[in-house]
Every structure is written in C-alpha cells, then in structure tokens.
C-alpha cells in the first residue's frame, strides 16, 4: 500500500512538471473565456458592474467586483478539474507506464467534461429558456401536442416572475449554482473511485 501511494505521488510530481501545466493552462483558459463570456452577455442585459480602483504608485488599476468573482470562480473550476484527474486517472489506468502515456491525455479530457458540463448547463440554461427562440420552439410544440400546454404555461408563469430579478443577483445566483453542481457531481465522482480503490485494495489483501 505503501509503494501504490509513493507511486501515486510521483506519477504527478503534484502539477510541477510542463506536462501537468500545459493542460492546467489550456483548461483554466476554457474556465475563464466561459466566465467572460457569460460576464460580457449579462453586462450586456443590463447587469451594474461595479468597480473600483486600487492605486499603485501614481496608476489607478480599475478591477470590477463581477469580473473578480468570475475569474474567483474559474479558479474553483482548476481546482475540481486537477482533483477530479488526480484521483481518478491512476485507479483507471492503471500502474503500467505506457498505458498511462496513452490514456492520461484522455483522462484528461474527461475530467474536463465532468467539471465543465454540469457548470456550463446551470449557468447558461436558464438564459436559454428566457430567450425568444426557445419560447416559440416551446410555443410551437405545446400547439402541436395540446397536452403540454399548461405545464409550458404554468413553466414560464414560473420563469418570468424569476425573471424580474435584479440582474446582478441572477449574476451571483447562476455563478454559486453552477460551481455547486459541479462541485456535487465532482464529489459523487470521487466517492464511487473511493470505494472502488477500496474495494480492490479489500480484493488484493484476502489473495
């Protein structure tokens, strides 16, 4: 047991080499065009940006509270990202060397997606349905199938009312619930590839 932990350890060197960094680099610049993307569309609804400015010497740096929780956010998303790879990687691959080369891109990947997906669809999903292509695509299909349309009526009754809310408290609102989901789904990840590296430890002790 002892040997499999030192060999966990060293099989990362804990993020310092260049090829744990480059992808680190590549998924935190995924993490923060998302973050300005959804920052540049609610400024864009109407959301106050608030700034103020930290003086350095005699230059004024202007920094905006959004953006600031935003780039605090992508940082959350790292986090969960190396988390998820670290412990899931070398359970799925395996000790063998050569396996690790070609799978660990890969694994990569995945964990990418499993960090990215659940953040992606809370954070924008609710913009998606406000907008007016969706509410005619809904509008069209409850025409087409007369059952469905008092629940789409009863939804968007629902919806519109969230709707008036202040844009900077659906701001902070999406951002928690979207870093939350993925945090959940993150944690379910690595609560079954806990039991699963115990379950095969249990196995290799009763041999």
Do not use: C, H
Not at 15 to 33: D, H, M, Q, T, Y
Not at 113 to 136: D, G, K, N, Q, R
């Amino acid at each position: 047991m002892a040997s499999g932990t030192t060999t966990y350890k060293r099989m990362f060197l804990r993020w310092e080499i260049l090829r744990g960094w480059l992808p680190a680099i590549v998924f935190a610049a995924i993490s923060v065009a998302i973050e300005l993307l959804y920052f540049d569309y609610m400024v864009g609804r109407g959301m106050l940006d608030e700034a103020f400015s930290i003086p350095i010497g005699a230059v004024k740096i202007p920094l905006s509270i959004a953006l600031f929780f935003s780039l605090a956010n992508a940082i959350v998303l790292l986090t969960l990202w190396m988390t998820v790879f670290e412990n899931t990687a070398f359970v799925m691959a395996g000790p063998d060397r050569r396996v690790r080369r070609i799978l660990y891109p890969l694994r990569m990947v995945k964990a990418a997606a499993i960090v990215l997906t659940p953040f992606t669809i809370v954070l924008f999903t609710p913009y998606i349905v406000e907008s007016s292509w969706f509410i005619s695509a809904v509008a069209s299909a409850s025409n087409s199938v007369p059952s469905l349309r008092q629940t789409a009526v009863n939804f968007y009754t629902w919806s519109f009312g969230v709707a008036r809310m202040d844009y900077s408290v659906k701001f902070v609102v999406s951002q928690l619930s979207a870093a939350f989901s993925s945090t959940v789904v993150s944690g379910l990840l690595l609560w079954r590839v806990k039991g699963t590296r115990n379950l095969m430890l249990a196995l290799r002790r009763k041999k």
